[in-house]
Structures are given as C-alpha cells and as structure tokens.
C-alpha cells in the first residue's frame, strides 16, 4: 500500500492523472499474465480526489523524510489501537490482559507483508477515531470523535459507519452523529463536481479493485459477495441485499443492548468491545487490517463468554487455543482463511452479545456506565 501511495505522488508531482496512470499499469499487467507470472500484482489508488491536495506537498519533501516520518506516525497509531483496546480492560482482568496486549498486533498473523506491514493509511484513520472515542468516552465530549471520522472517510467513505459509536455511547448523539454523515455524504457527492475527471476515474479504479483482484474482505457481505461474483452475478446489486438482511439486524441488536448501557444494565467496559465489533461489522468491506483495532476487543469477548461458563485456567486454555488455530490459518495463508475470519467475527459478536445479555439480568451491576474512569 506505501508503494501504491508513493506512486500516486509520484503521478501528482508529475501532474498526471494517478487514476489513471495505475490503470494502465493494471491493464497491461492483466493483458498478458503469462509475462508477468512472477511480478507483484499491481494495485490502484482508490481514494478519492478529496485526498490528492495532500500527496503533492508531502512528495515536495525527499523521500526519506516523508517515509521516515509516516512509518513513525504509522507504528505509534497501530500501539495507540492497543491502548484503546486496554481502556475496555476492568481491574481484575487487567494483569492478564497486561501480558497479552503486546501479542494483540500478532493476531491473527497480522504481520503479514500485505497486512500490518503494507502500511494501509487504515491503520492511522482507525487511531484517530477511536482516541477520539475515548475522549468521548472518559469526558462526554465527541467533537474529535466526529472530526476524526470526517477526516477518515475522506479516504474510505464506508467509514462513516464509525459515526455509531457515538451514537450508541451517550445520549443527545442523533444530531451530531446524523449532521456528521450528512457532512461525508456531501464532500463525497461534490467531489464530481469540483473534479469530474478524476471522480470518473475514481470510480473506475474502485471497480477494477473488485473485477481484477476480487478482494471483497471478510465481512459477511464481503464472502457472499465474492461467492456469487464467481457465478456471474452482479456484487453490487448481490451485496447490497445480502448487507442489508444482517446490517439491519445487527444495528438493531446493537441499539437494544446500548439502552440497556444507558440505563446501567452493565459497565462501558463490557459494552466497548461488543460495540466496536458490531459497528465494523457494519462496514460491507472489511479487509485483513480493518480487523486490526479488533483484535484485544475480540480476545475479551472470549475471556468473558468463557469465564462465565469455565473455570480461570480452561477458559484461557480454551482462548488459547482459539487464538492459535485463527493465528495458524492466517500465518500459512490458506485459500479459506477469509472466511475463518468472517465465521470468527460472527461467531464472537454472538458471544458477546449474549454475554451483555446475562451480565444485565445480574442486579449487582450498578453505577454510572456512560464514562470511563481516567486511569
């Protein structure tokens, strides 16, 4: 992905079309595989113009410096993904979950080349938003929260889903979190106008992501897409639908479980890791890095549904185990890892849901759950 975005300075510098140029290079690349069998296959930049006023002063500085300085930025967001997911941590989880933290950017097989090393900008984007939840979190403020997630979906607009979490954090959030997706929607929708161009090329590089490399991530629409894609059926109309029959069922059960939150059915650290993976299972595209800030959050699910029904030390041999099997499909790169990941998603949404579920029939639970102590 660096490469992909250094070539895209490289066309702007030049002051070419980077659309258009990383399409031909695509084009000619699938032409004629057979020449080209042990070449990288070529991608595209595919975010929109909005972005491309910030490559040209960051291509006026040498290479170094720029390289220096992202990859910099890059690793202390992907630690500061970790210390959010601590924040979801309570008291007596914390000494456990103190030595797993640094294994969570492991899991599962995150370190890749083409995943937490190919240095996606998504890594980035995902920091800001959730330093901003926190904020919100520990002080009922979510400005930043909602300017982070503006900013983000300048590069990838399905990211202003991220604007639920707010809404499913505190109340009186219905107004800002619905003028800040109207907001996205807007700057999206000018944008041919201000850049018609480009847009169109835009939004033919967005359609070769799919029809040349077929990467229609892990989610639930992502798989069933990709399946029927393979049968000639049309992935836009395809998962449209198949997103709609389980992102309205899952915003629902998120919604009910967020009253419940409200009204002290259980802690904001039980609710946060619960939130976050049902609010980027809304997101119709999740690719390996969109997984990344889940991957403490997911472990907790784990820890939690398990402890309730385990003793301490098979819960965790149980986890364990879980994580490692997930750890090995992902490291040996098997044809079905995807969908591993999409059943692993699913199947601990279920878990944690079910957990809020009986954690809020226990009366003990009390107190103010809409902020997190500053610890």
Same mark, same amino acid.
């Given at each position: 992905d660096v490469s992909v975005y250094l070539n895209a300075i490289h066309s702007v510098q030049a002051g070419h079309d980077p659309y258009a140029d990383a399409m031909a290079v695509q084009d000619a690349f699938h032409r004629d595989l057979a020449s080209h069998a042990n070449d990288p296959t070529p991608f595209s930049y595919v975010y929109s113009p909005i972005t491309l006023p910030l490559l040209r002063p960051i291509g006026a500085v040498p290479v170094w410096l720029s390289g220096t300085v992202y990859w910099f930025l890059y690793a202390v967001c992907a630690l500061c993904l970790v210390w959010v997911g601590m924040q979801a941590v309570e008291d007596s989880e914390r000494n456990g979950f103190l030595l797993f933290a640094p294994a969570a950017l492991f899991f599962p097989g995150l370190l890749q080349h083409d995943v937490i090393l190919s240095g996606n900008v998504a890594i980035i984007l995902y920091a800001l938003v959730l330093l901003g939840a926190v904020f919100g979190w520990r002080r009922g403020q979510w400005h930043w929260c909602y300017l982070a997630i503006l900013i983000a979906s300048c590069y990838?607009?399905?990211?202003?889903?991220?604007?639920?979490?707010?809404?499913?954090?505190?109340?009186?959030?219905?107004?800002?979190?619905?003028?800040?997706v109207a907001t996205g929607i807007a700057l999206f929708a000018i944008q041919p106008l201000v850049w018609p161009s480009l847009f169109h090329h835009f939004l033919q590089a967005v359609n070769l992501q799919f029809s040349y490399n077929r990467d229609f991530g892990c989610s639930p629409a992502g798989l069933l897409s990709k399946f029927l894609f393979g049968r000639g059926i049309s992935y836009t109309v395809a998962g449209a639908v198949i997103y709609l029959l389980y992102a309205v069922p899952v915003f629902a059960v998120?919604?009910?479980?967020?009253?419940?939150? #409200?009204?002290?059915?259980?802690?904001?650290? =039980?609710? !946060?890791?619960? &939130?976050?993976?049902? $609010?980027?299972?809304? @997101?119709?595209?999740?690719?390996?890095y969109d997984i990344v800030p889940l991957m403490l959050p997911m472990a907790l699910i784990g820890w939690r549904? #398990?402890?309730?029904?385990?003793?301490?030390? =098979?819960? !965790?041999?149980? &986890?364990?185990?879980? $994580?490692?099997?997930? @750890?090995?499909?992902?490291?040996?790169?098997?044809?079905?890892?995807?969908?591993?990941?999409?059943?692993?998603l699913i199947v601990f949404f279920v878990a944690g849901c079910w957990d809020l579920l009986q954690q809020s029939r226990t009366p003990s639970v009390i107190g103010t759950p809409q902020f997190l102590t500053s610890a």
């Open positions: 990838k607009a399905p990211l202003l889903i991220l604007a639920v979490i707010p809404l499913l954090s505190a109340r009186r959030q219905w107004l800002p979190a619905g003028v800040t998120l919604f009910h479980l967020s009253r419940r939150l #409200l009204n002290a059915g259980f802690s904001l650290r =039980r609710w !946060i890791p619960v &939130l976050l993976l049902g $609010v980027f299972l809304l @997101n119709p595209r999740l690719i390996e549904f #398990l402890a309730r029904y385990y003793p301490p030390t =098979r819960a !965790i041999l149980c &986890l364990v185990s879980i $994580v490692a099997v997930g @750890n090995v499909f992902a490291a040996q790169n098997f044809g079905h890892w995807k969908q591993v990941e999409g059943i692993f």
